[in-house]
């Protein structure tokens, strides 16, 4: 019953978190909008989102090294820093930053839009699956 309902739930799980990444990229952009030769990143949210979803986070995990077999096996994830990508400039800047204002914002406006967005769907979903439980 329970992987039911985490395979009903994980799209929108790993959406959601990815959201959460990009909206940290995009804040690191417009918080060094004034660094000197700093680079704007960003990722393709549509290409991470179906490679998390067909292969799953754990194809990507590392396994910790325990010292005792007591010990609790652990998995960590890479840093997402490996899949950004540089985004290119429509003008360039004097002192070598890439990052525009306007287009980071815009970025910005439409991630947190589309988080909130999933968040609804999410909602209503559960809502869903609580009534069918329910009855």
């Not at 179906?50 to 998995?75: K, M, N, W, Y």
């Not at 994830?77 to 306007?102: C, H, K, W, Y």
Request: net charge neutral; no cysteine.
């Amino acid at each position: 019953m329970i992987d039911k309902l985490d395979a009903a739930l994980r799209f929108n799980r790993e959406s959601l978190n990815l959201r959460v990444k990009r909206q940290e990229v995009l804040a690191a952009n417009i918080a060094n909008a004034d660094t000197p030769n700093y680079k704007a990143r960003d990722f393709d949210f549509a290409s991470q989102l179906s490679r998390i979803v067909d292969q799953g986070r754990s194809a990507h995990a590392v396994t910790l090294a325990t010292s005792s077999p007591r010990h609790v096996q652990g998995e960590a994830f890479p840093a997402p820093d490996s899949q950004l990508l540089f985004r290119m400039p429509s003008q360039s800047s004097i002192d070598g930053n890439t990052v525009e204002m306007d287009a980071e914002r815009v970025s910005f406006a439409d991630n947190a839009l589309r988080y909130e967005a999933q968040l609804t769907v999410i909602s209503a979903k559960i809502k869903s699956l609580l009534s069918a439980v329910q009855q």
